[in-house]
């Protein structure tokens, strides 16, 4: 091959080196741009998941205490938030059983959170009715299922259930708080459902089953909803 050849070819490898060198040289900034913007995405769905863990263990971390308060709250809650006999809002309007359920808290005894509970709805004008059960009482399932139904607000929309399940309190050893509050209005233990209505002081004024033998002898249906209307009208 002639010197003219060589030196030509050695020219066009170094054109093509020269042009990988600058390919490479110029995607770098890419590259480390693309870096610097993945670490940046990296940090702030760190920062992100971080907050998310600290609201969760705000809203949760205390554990127990009254579900159904707070931002918690189901839709039923929602819906029967302010329903007391003062409210303005259309009574023939379809809501929800404005329902807490009371599980063990830390620091606090049922008694003690019974009271601020009880106290609470008594001041937003609200009947109150205290509701025993447990998983393994089919009465109790059926009776679970009627507090996710609707009604018209001018049936239930003046009653705060506070539920009460045997699991709960069973489960973190304290059943004796449980019995103890019961015993306030029954003093027969591990029978349910026990549905009591209670007065501002939280003495008893209506039970459900006592309550159920009265409407059947009046020759009406004996539905919650209407124990709870009829109630009223009696001045319970």
Same mark, same amino acid.
């Given at each position: 091959?002639?010197?003219?050849?060589?030196?030509?070819?050695?020219?066009?490898?170094?054109?093509?080196?020269?042009?990988?060198?600058?390919?490479?040289?110029?995607?770098?900034?890419?590259?480390?741009?693309?870096?610097?913007?993945?670490?940046?995405?990296?940090?702030?769905?760190?920062?992100?998941?971080?907050?998310?863990?600290?609201?969760?263990?705000?809203?949760?971390?205390?554990?127990?205490?009254?579900?159904?308060?707070?931002?918690?709250?189901?839709?039923?809650?929602?819906?029967?938030?302010?329903?007391?006999?003062?409210?303005?809002?259309?009574?023939?309007?379809?809501?929800?059983?404005?329902?807490?359920?009371?599980?063990?808290?830390?620091?606090?005894?049922?008694?003690?959170? @019974?009271?601020?509970?009880?106290?609470?709805?008594?001041?937003?004008?609200?009947?109150?009715?205290?509701? @025993?059960?447990?998983?393994?009482?089919?009465?109790?399932?059926?009776?679970?299922?009627?507090?996710?139904?609707?009604?018209?607000?001018?049936?239930?929309?003046?009653?705060?259930?506070?539920?009460?399940?045997?699991?709960?309190?069973?489960?973190?050893?304290?059943?004796?708080? @449980?019995?103890?509050?019961?015993?306030?209005?029954?003093?027969?233990?591990?029978?349910?459902?026990?549905?009591?209505?209670?007065?501002?002081?939280?003495?008893?004024?209506?039970?459900?089953?006592?309550?159920?033998?009265?409407?059947?002898?009046?020759?009406?249906?004996?539905?919650?909803?209407?124990?709870?209307?009829?109630?009223?009208?009696?001045?319970?």
């Amino acid at each position: 091959m002639s010197a003219a050849c060589l030196a030509a070819r050695a020219r066009l490898c170094a054109g093509v080196h020269w042009c990988q060198s600058a390919s490479r040289e110029a995607k770098r900034p890419r590259c480390e741009a693309s870096r610097a913007s993945l670490r940046e995405l990296r940090e702030k769905t760190w920062s992100a998941a971080w907050l998310l863990s600290a609201a969760l263990v705000l809203v949760w971390g205390c554990g127990g205490g009254v579900e159904g308060e707070g931002p918690g709250a189901s839709a039923a809650d929602a819906q029967g938030a302010g329903d007391g006999p003062g409210a303005q809002e259309d009574p023939g309007a379809l809501v929800g059983y404005d329902l807490r359920r009371l599980r063990p808290r830390q620091g606090e005894r049922l008694s003690q959170m @019974f009271e601020r509970v009880h106290g609470e709805a008594t001041a937003e004008g609200k009947r109150v009715l205290v509701l @025993f059960s447990a998983d393994w009482c089919e009465p109790c399932k059926r009776l679970d299922l009627e507090l996710g139904n609707m009604h018209p607000r001018s049936m239930i929309g003046d009653v705060r259930v506070l539920e009460l399940k045997e699991e709960d309190w069973k489960d973190a050893a304290r059943m004796d708080e @449980f019995n103890e509050l019961r015993r306030r209005w029954e003093p027969a233990l591990g029978t349910y459902p026990l549905a009591v209505l209670v007065d501002a002081e939280g003495g008893r004024v209506d039970e459900m089953k006592e309550a159920k033998e009265r409407l059947e002898a009046e020759g009406v249906d004996a539905t919650l909803p209407l124990w709870l209307e009829s109630s009223r009208d009696r001045g319970v």
